[in-house]
Every structure is written in structure tokens, then in C-alpha cells.
DNA sequence: GTAAAAGTTGACGTTAACGTAAAGGGGACG
DNA sequence: CGTCCCCTTTACGTTAACGTCAACTTTTAC
């Protein structure tokens, strides 16, 4: 498994991730990942690829970088007071409420679409044979 | 219901989408609605309503407008050949397996989260009462 | 009849998320 | 010692999806 060294280099990880140097370098700047340095040379390690990973998806599901960079502060939960850690929860389980909406409304999408793939389906059928069995 | 009527202006539009102008003829000069015109002034019907609902919902999953519009081609379905509603149906069927797919990740993506949030949860709890029936 | 409201067409501005090109450091190799 | 190769920073370019503003016409209200 890849996932198991424990650092990579950035050519590594492009080809790990299919992304690009400057994709990388970018996130960075955005404080989305956190490369350590050796000398000037960044060094991705196992907590990077797992972000990298989350913000991927998250881009697949139509989440900005912004908004991935806030989902990605709520995985980190450092050393924050108790009465911060709530206010994590309470975020959280808006975000969560926010997927669950999305996954349902996906889901009527779905129906919705396979409806008029049936009704094309019966288009194609009917067109196909016109006649019911002559000739 | 507003989408009782036949036609709505533009402003009625806006208003019931929630969306601007800007974006309404930004989405026509994109071929992603056709609303008829009356004079020089856009009306617009039942169809392009039905359209942009899919629009906004295609992006909240984060396709494109260029994506959209290939999708509402698919619903469109004109005066094609067999041949061509064949091959429609054939590309609507990927699409579907595309967005069941983005629906299983966006399940996994909620799984993990709940993961997350129910060790979080633990956290605050053990933190809460560290002592357990002193005093 | 005229003034405000609503709509139109350009055309330039803006933001996000990178792409791309220039200029240079550092170490491995023949 | 020179020359690749990989990496770096800096900086300008690009595309999508609109925002915004100017200048104008048309409709509606009084």
C-alpha cells in the first residue's frame, strides 16, 4: 500500500492522487494540507494524504475549497476548550444534517431520471416494432 | 402555485428561483433554457421552468453548466432517429451510474463523519465529568 | 404627457481554482 | 566539472459563472 510509508514527496503524491505539483502547492497555501519541510522540499505525510483524500471528495460532491477547509478543521478538534468542543459538535451535526439533505435530494434526482429512462426506453421499444408480428 | 401559470417574466422568476436576472439570460445565452419572446422581452414557460429546477439542482451536486446542459439534453429527446435515441439512452445510462455512484460516496462520506462526530461525542462526555460520583 | 418601473443589450469586472512559464537552488551521476 | 532532474518561488494567464454598470427602449402609473 502506498498509504503505509510514512512520508512521500510531492512527485509521489501526484502520481498517488492524480493531481499536480501546483495543485498541491495551492492547497498548502490555503491551509488544507500542512507539508513538513526538509530544507526547502516539502514532505507529505500519512495526516496530509488523508486530507487530500477528504478534499478530493469533497470536490466530487460539489463543496468548495473553502467550505472543505471548514469540514477538515472540524476532523482536527486539537487542543480546544470543552466549551469549544461543543461548538465543534454543534457545527458538525449541521454539516452532517446538510449531507444527509444532499444525499436524499440525490436520491429523488436518481428517480427522477430513471422516470424518463423508462418512458425512453418504451419510445425506443414502440419504434422498433412497429408491426406485432406480420411478415 | 406559481408554476400553475403558463408564462412568468423574468422579475416573477427571479423571485420564485431565487436567482438574477443576469444569471437567467446567462443560462439562455448557454442554451440552458429557451424562453419565447415577446417583443424584446423574455417570457418564460413551463419548459424552462422545469429546466432551471434541474439546473440549480445539478449544480448543489456540483456538475457544471456544461454537464447540465448535456443532462438536459437527455430529458429533451426531440424528433431523433432510432439510431440516435438509442445512443441517447445508452449515455443516460452512464450518467445514471455516475450519479448512483456519487450517491454510494456520499454515503461512505457520511458514515465516516458520524465516525467522527460519535468519537467527538465521547470526548466531550469523558471530559465533561471527569470524576466519577465524588463529591 | 411624463416620469418611474421593468426590461434589453453590450461590455468590463470579479472570484475560485488552478495552469503555465520564468528563473533559480541542490544533489546525483558520468 | 558539467549537466540533468527534481524541487522551489514568483508571477502572470485562464476558465467558469456570474456581478455590475452604462446607455437605451418599452410599459405602466398617475
Chains 1, 2 share one sequence.
Not at 1 to 30: G, H, N, W
Not at 33 to 56: C, H, M, S
Not at 80 to 101: C, F, G, I, N, P
Amino acid at each position: 500500500m502506498i498509504d503505509s510509508d510514512e512520508i512521500m514527496t510531492i512527485r509521489q503524491m501526484c502520481e498517488a492522487y492524480d493531481v499536480t505539483p501546483r495543485t498541491l502547492r495551492f492547497y498548502e497555501a490555503k491551509e488544507l494540507i500542512f507539508p513538513v519541510r526538509e530544507g526547502q522540499k516539502r514532505l507529505f505525510t500519512k495526516r496530509d494524504r488523508a486530507r487530500l483524500k477528504l478534499i478530493l471528495r469533497g470536490k466530487r460532491f460539489g463543496f468548495s475549497l473553502e467550505e472543505i477547509r471548514q469540514l477538515l478543521e472540524l476532523y482536527h478538534v486539537g487542543d480546544q476548550q470543552q466549551t469549544q468542543l461543543q461548538a465543534t459538535y454543534d457545527v458538525a451535526q449541521e454539516r452532517l444534517a446538510d449531507m444527509e439533505r444532499q444525499r436524499e435530494e440525490l436520491g429523488e434526482a436518481i428517480e427522477d431520471f430513471k422516470e424518463q429512462m423508462d418512458w425512453l426506453h418504451k419510445v425506443i421499444a414502440s419504434q422498433a416494432e412497429p408491426r406485432d408480428a406480420a411478415e
